[in-house]
Nanobody
């Protein structure tokens, strides 16, 4: 078992940057999963895929809406994943969740079986 805790959310203006963290505890991330994903959910909308990273090797995948603006990464020594968000837009406003799956290179929400509690990101125009 591994527990995931997101942090780093907040209120920013359009064009600003923010870095989210996802700390894994209970065990090393790699002992439980192979991929960390980031998802977001705005009020009244379905939770959507943002980015994913393979823990070993660091291969990444991004939603079209965030390509070129967001960067997913991880620090294995710190057992922590990150989502660097640049050039933020009001439409990026949502609760952001990190999640884990044993699958490799997965973007489908259903494939993730371990979730953090979420952190709020609000971007004002």
């Amino acid at each position: 078992q591994v527990q995931l805790v997101e942090s780093g959310g907040g209120l920013v203006q359009a064009g600003d940057s923010l870095r989210l963290s996802c700390a894994a505890s209970g065990s090393t991330f790699s002992s439980y999963a192979n991929t960390m994903g980031w998802f977001r959910q705005a009020p009244g909308k379905e939770r959507e895929f943002v980015a994913a990273i393979r823990w070993s090797g660091g291969s990444t995948t991004y939603a079209d809406s965030v390509k070129g603006r967001f960067t997913i990464s991880r620090d294995g020594a710190k057992n922590t994943g990150f989502l660097q968000m640049n050039s933020l837009k009001p439409e990026d406003t949502a609760v952001y969740y990190c999640a884990a799956t044993p699958r490799i290179g997965v973007t489908r929400l259903r494939e993730y079986n371990n979730w953090g509690q979420g952190t709020q990101v609000t971007v004002s125009s």
